[in-house]
């Protein structure tokens, strides 16, 4: 994992740490985001890509974050279905 340095003012320094990877397998139409490391709080941003197979009947998957299982180790995601992994997703926050 790599840390970037932003300049958030002429006097602050920041370091950001983006993550990313894919979820398992969804339970009960949620699956859950482990990051590898913690953000300081759960302010970062999260972006979710929905994953099916070429050959799945479905044409499309909702994936949206459920802001309320929202924490600086985790995330968790409600699906619109049990396939797995439920998504990708790209997380950047300091």
Known sequence: MSFKILTINSDV???VAP???ATGR???NAATAKFG???NSA???IIPV???DADDTKWGLTV????DYK?????TFRTSDSIAPACYYFAIGL
């Open 37 to 39: 490391i913690a953000f």
């Open 50 to 52: 929905g994953v099916i």
């Open 64 to 67: 949206n974050v459920l802001k």
């Open 43 to 45: 302010d970062y941003i």
């Open 13 to 15: 320094l920041a370091l």
């Open 19 to 21: 993550q990313g990877g």
């Open 26 to 28: 969804p339970s009960g």
């Open 71 to 75: 924490t600086a180790t985790n995330c």
